[in-house]
């Protein structure tokens, strides 16, 4: 029954979130909507962040899931958009309503966790240092996150998906060309 009443609130509030704003949606609203009482709200939240924070760790964890290996960044950037436009409004009304570093810092691990994979994947057979990877991991990660913020902070109106498979298009090699570089660089040579 708890893992039930737990699951209805999350359900419930997702629900009220695809059709207003957060500004409009109080614990009042999704207990009513959810059929409960607010003790039982507060016995599994201490208020609506801590429940926004638990939902947006939970959709990480789906990615971390779905998605155990990346293979380009392309892979990755096309992955996180196409969540971001299939939750769109949801998306829009936690961003513009939350502390964002509440948000930022979830879209940062989800970052993390993509490029630390695409790493992973595409850097293997590659002689890298551990330091030359986490500099190449620092790089991509604040790029997918400064790609992502931006499109965000900008209301997500423009079509991301053309502008980013472009982006991808002139980027095409780069990453690789770094790990050559790296694996030049320990032998002695300089490109």
């Known amino acids: 029954m708890a893992t039930f009443t737990k699951q209805a609130i999350k359900f419930t509030f997702l629900k009220l979130l695809r059709e207003k704003p957060l500004n409009q949606i109080s614990v009042k609203t999704i207990v ?6 607010r003790k039982s709200f507060y016995y599994y939240y201490q208020d609506l962040p801590d429940l926004i924070d638990e ?4 959709q990480v964890n789906i990615l971390v899931t779905n998605y155990p290996k990346f293979s380009s960044t392309e892979e990755c950037l096309e992955v996180a958009l196409r969540y971001l436009l299939d939750n769109k409004t949801l998306i829009q009304h936690i961003y513009k309503a939350v502390d964002r570093n509440l948000f930022e810092e979830n879209l940062l691990k989800a970052c993390d966790y993509m490029v630390r994979s695409l790493m992973d994947n595409v850097g293997e057979g590659w002689s890298l240092s551990h330091a030359d990877k986490e500099t190449l991991i620092t ?3 604040a790029t997918f996150f400064g790609l992502i913020s931006d499109w965000l902070m900008r209301g997500m109106k423009e079509d991301v998906l053309e502008s980013f498979h472009r982006m991808c298009h002139l980027r095409q090699g780069m990453l690789e060309e770094m790990l050559a570089r790296c694996g030049n660089e320990e032998e002695g040579a300089v490109l």
């Open 139 to 141: 790089l991509y990660r």
């Open 55 to 58: 939902i947006i760790s939970e």
């Open 32 to 37: 009513e909507n959810c059929g409960i009482n």
